[in-house]
């Protein structure tokens, strides 16, 4: 039941899709069934795979430092004002830079590689978590870290049996806002600096005005989050939060 | 086993420092329950703390009978369970597990019916029970109790001294129990200390007639009036 209501809006979208397509008859509309079928050729080519693993594998690497650094960053701005002071107008700053700005120039001052693309998506995202881990740290409940105390647990266990779990809210907030965002930061990296990946592959597409490349690779790039969101995010997210 | 000495403690307020203890003198021998009794704001939570260890910027000393801080368990005003662990689990969190101690904790204190459910579905009664367990639950030889039963309907309140009274008979350990009702203290300790609206200081020693120890709270309270 929960699956067909979720599905039901999609295939009447494809299906208004096939149909407005089939109306219109333009080269730059092409029906669903035309993506769908250029879809299964770049599979079997072996082109779709190897551009979607290292468009993972970006978004991957650059969403782990994002969520590391940043959620050390937020928790020490949280707790020690002077940290926080110091730092705010540096996180408010970069949290507003362009993500287009922060990926040139690091390209053009640090060059053109894996680990400058990776640190330039990851700089877009870092300020976002960090602020909404700060939240967070501000919020939590001292009385349970008194008792803690009190009851001689040491540091390891205070992370993670009081401290942690009191940020999962914020984390999760922060992890799903971060990757819908390094999702489309890493497409803009690859275009600009990479000679493979989804974002590369819609370069192209779009040098070639070939519409129907640029819907069957966003397509399949759409299917993956999605399938990242129900399979990791949700359930994760569902069991942290068990006990409420 | 404990000499508490504190010439003085302030906390920050607007306009400059406030002291909140200062002068205070207070001894506890091995397994006695001695009642700290005073108006609410004159610095007891503060002294618990103190002496908990949770607060170490003050003037004065905390001195220990063999030179080691005991094995503390804290029962704080508010139940302070984390509520993403079942009753439990955060009996279990606390002492290296003893899984029959547990147990028997939970059913000495009526909680074994609770123990797997989490604490937003307790009822303040109850948490407060849990609270007691977990303290009782790392083998004290202290336990420090801040206004334990506050804010609980009077029949509530009994019970949980009741269960409290109960656990000291089969775990006997030395106890501080922070109160602001006279007759709660009378029926819980073998002694009470009355301390002085803030800064706090021992005004009055009071001592709980043997006979009369634990015996209720109408004991208590008749104790009490005579004693005042």
């Known amino acids: 039941m929960g699956w067909a209501a979720r599905l039901l809006p999609v295939l009447v979208l494809f299906a208004v899709w096939e149909l407005a397509a089939r109306l219109i008859g333009s080269r730059l509309f092409p029906p669903a069934s035309t993506v769908i079928a250029a879809l299964g050729q770049e599979a079997a080519s072996g082109h779709l795979l190897h551009n979607l693993g290292v468009t993972l594998a970006r978004v991957a690497a650059a969403f782990a430092v994002a969520m590391v650094l940043g959620t050390g960053l937020g928790v020490a701005m949280g707790r020690w004002r002077r940290v926080d002071r110091a730092l705010d107008s540096l996180v408010t700053g970069l949290l507003n830079l362009p993500a287009l700005v922060g990926i040139v120039l690091i390209y053009v001052w640090f060059g053109l590689s894996e680990a400058t693309a990776i640190a330039a998506v990851a700089l877009n995202k870092l300020p976002s978590t960090a602020v909404t881990v700060r939240e967070g740290a501000r919020a939590l409940d001292q009385g349970l870290i008194d008792m803690a105390h009190s009851f001689r647990m040491g540091r390891g266990a205070i992370l993670r049996h009081v401290v942690l779990p009191q940020l999962y809210p914020y984390l999760f907030g922060a992890a799903r806002s971060g990757l819908a965002l390094i999702w489309k930061i890493v497409l803009v990296a690859e275009l600009l600096g990479r000679s493979d990946g989804v974002g590369f592959q819609i370069q192209v597409y779009f040098q070639l005005f070939d519409v129907t490349g640029i819907l069957a690779y966003t397509l399949a790039f759409i299917v993956v989050v999605q399938v990242i969101e129900w399979l990791a995010l949700q359930p994760l997210e569902r069991r942290a939060n068990l006990w409420r | ?228």
């Open chain 2, 1 to 228: 086993m404990l000499d508490v000495e504190i010439a003085r403690k302030a906390v920050p307020a607007r306009g400059g420092p406030r002291t909140v203890i200062e002068g205070l003198r207070l001894t506890l021998a091995r397994e006695e329950i001695v009642a700290l009794v005073g108006p609410s704001g004159c610095g007891k939570t503060t002294l618990l703390r103190i002496i908990g260890g949770l607060d170490t910027r003050y003037e004065g000393a905390i001195t220990w009978a063999e030179g080691v801080r005991p094995r503390i368990g804290t029962v704080f005003q508010e139940p302070r369970l984390l509520p993403w662990r079942t009753v439990r689990q955060n009996i279990a969190l606390v002492r290296p597990p003893n899984p029959a101690e547990a147990e028997s904790l939970l059913a000495l204190l009526g909680l074994a019916p609770y123990a797997d459910l989490h604490p937003p579905a307790l009822s303040l009664g109850m948490a407060r029970r849990a609270a007691i367990a977990r303290a009782f639950a790392v083998e004290p030889t202290l336990l420090l109790l801040d206004e334990p039963f506050v804010s609980l309907d009077p029949a509530m309140a009994e019970q949980g001294r009741a269960v409290l009274a109960t656990a000291w008979r089969t775990r006997r350990c030395a106890a501080l129990l922070v109160t602001h009702d006279l007759a709660e203290a009378a029926s819980l300790a073998d002694r009470i200390l009355l301390l002085s609206e803030g800064p706090a200081r021992v005004v009055r020693e009071l001592v709980v007639p043997e006979g009369s120890r634990r015996r209720g709270i109408a004991e208590g309270a008749r104790v009490a009036a005579a004693l005042t």
